[in-house]
């Protein structure tokens, strides 16, 4: 597609609800991050995908947070048990290659999460 | 964990006028970005600098990797109402550019 795109852009959930948030990359693409974004504050590193290998994991902030990229491109955070703490705004990026000149990461809009 | 400092929080500003904001950090950067986030949206990158010293502009934004590879600053010239929104730095630590350090964000207000 034309950029990243995450769905759902808005997801209210329910204490201990499990959540599942899509991101489409650019097409072709080879890098993929995850983001958490609290409100007021920039956004946070969780884990990073070169195709579908998850070669850094270290901003996932428990063992409730899982990220999977099957088939290295479409990729989807999943949140068990969310608490209110999880509530933020996750972005997705894309890169097309390894860091360096013209290698931008592109984000996509976010996905709202809400937890109550 | 690295963190990095930017400075002001927030800015309220004439239109026209210059604006100045910069970031610094406790640990070498490989990389330095300038983002732009608009309410609703995701960040979109303005200026990205690779190189220790580099200077780099697009149209009246400027952007420099200090010396020290430890801060970078960012200005906007003649400032407008649609320069309104966060602006975030960012940088690369390692090589591998897997994990991407953002400061906390410098809220632009502009009165026309």
């Known amino acids: 597609g034309a950029g990243v795109s995450q769905s759902p852009r808005y997801k209210v959930a329910k204490r201990g609800q499990d959540v599942a948030l899509r991101c489409d990359p650019i097409?072709?693409?080879?890098?993929l991050f995850w983001y958490q974004q609290a409100l007021g504050q920039g956004p946070e590193f969780l884990t990073y995908?070169?195709?579908?290998?998850?070669?850094?994991k270290s901003g996932l902030p428990s063992d409730r947070f899982f990220a999977e990229r099957p088939e290295g491109s479409v990729s989807t955070l999943k949140i068990q048990r969310t608490q209110q703490e999880d509530s933020a705004v996750y972005l997705c990026a894309s890169r097309q290659g390894r860091v360096g000149y013209g290698n931008t990461i592109y984000f996509g809009e976010g996905s709202w999460l809400t937890v109550v | 964990g690295q963190q990095l400092n930017q400075s002001p929080q927030s800015m309220f500003i004439q239109e026209g006028e210059d604006v100045s904001m910069n970031c610094t950090s406790s640990?070498?950067?490989?990389?330095w970005l300038w983002y732009k986030q608009d309410p609703g949206e995701g960040p979109v990158l303005l200026i990205a600098?690779?190189?220790?010293?580099e200077l780099t502009s697009n149209g009246r934004l400027t952007a420099q990797f200090g010396i020290t590879r430890k801060d970078s600053f960012l200005n906007i010239s003649a400032s407008i109402p649609s320069d309104v929104g966060i602006y975030f730095c960012a940088g690369h630590v390692n090589q591998a550019g897997t994990a991407l350090i953002f400061g906390k964000g410098t809220t632009l207000s502009v009165s026309s």
């Open positions: 995908f070169q195709n579908e290998a998850q070669l850094d």
């Open positions: 600098l690779y190189k220790a010293g």
């Open positions: 640990s070498i950067f490989n990389t």
């Open positions: 097409s072709g693409h080879v890098s």
